[in-house]
């Protein structure tokens, strides 16, 4: 069975610092990638995802997410971080075959940005 | 707003009693999934319901239970409640069963559980 790691569980940053939240899967095969954000009291909203073709996946508000298959890792990015991005992020995959469609999530990344 | 909706969005009740926890999926949307979210555990998968039948099945324990009626809503069952159970149960739901749709969900505001 696929399992998904989120290795950083809290991050502080400052308005306008870079992001980067790490995610690695673990699964032999094809997969489909994931990233959602859960905004405080909200329900889960999907940034972006990646089916195939190009690696470098971009969602909606700047973010963006490249797939490298060689590292199972689909690493979410973000620029510039805004005080509204306070959120927590969750990674996510699923195994495209005709037996269901779940998502198996990471543990999520609680993203608190300093204004 | 996402377009799935969930009943009720807050629901606190004793040890050992019964409740079930109600999901609108998408209009057009033939899947609907059950999610727990919890301190503890995460977000993990419990089951998928594919235009009325079963097609998944995640960690969901026995006391569980979830069906999938005609007109496409789902309820999620939980009985002999324990205090473990207290979570967040969020429904999901996606226009296939599979790869139709591409696979994306699309989650209501959950139901949070409370059990004392």
């Known amino acids: 069975a696929q399992s998904v790691s989120q290795h950083n569980h809290h991050v502080i940053l400052s308005e306008a610092a870079s992001l980067e939240l790490g995610c690695n899967y673990s699964?032999?095969?094809?997969?489909?990638l994931f990233w959602y954000v859960q905004y405080p009291g909200q329900h889960l909203q999907l940034l972006l995802k990646?089916?195939?073709?190009?690696?470098l996946v971009k969602g909606i508000k700047g973010f963006e997410a490249e797939f490298i298959k060689s590292k199972f890792s689909f690493n979410l990015r973000k620029p510039s971080v805004q005080w509204s991005d306070t959120a927590e992020y969750f990674c996510a995959v699923n195994v495209p075959n005709n037996a269901g469609n779940m998502l198996t999530f990471g543990g999520g990344t609680r993203l608190m940005v300093k204004p | 707003d996402s377009g799935v909706t969930q009943t009720p969005k807050h629901l606190i009740t004793a040890t050992g009693q019964r409740v079930t926890l109600r999901c609108s999926p998408r209009?057009?949307?033939?899947?609907v999934y059950w999610y727990q979210q919890s301190l503890d555990q995460g977000l993990q998968f419990l089951i998928q319901?594919?235009?009325?039948?079963?097609?998944a099945k995640g960690n969901i324990l026995e006391r569980f239970s979830a069906q999938q009626f005609p007109d496409l809503h789902s309820e999620l069952n939980l009985s002999s409640l324990e205090l473990g159970d207290s979570a967040l149960y969020f429904c999901?739901?996606?226009?296939?069963?599979?790869?139709?749709?591409?696979?994306?969900?699309?989650f209501g505001p959950g139901t949070r559980l409370t059990v004392l």
């Open positions: 990646y089916f195939s073709g190009d690696p």
């Open positions: 699964y032999g095969g094809t997969v489909n």
């Open positions: 999901a739901s996606s226009v296939g069963g599979g790869l139709a749709g591409g696979g994306e969900q699309f």
């Open positions: 319901y594919y235009n009325g039948e079963e097609r």
């Open positions: 209009s057009g949307d033939l899947s």
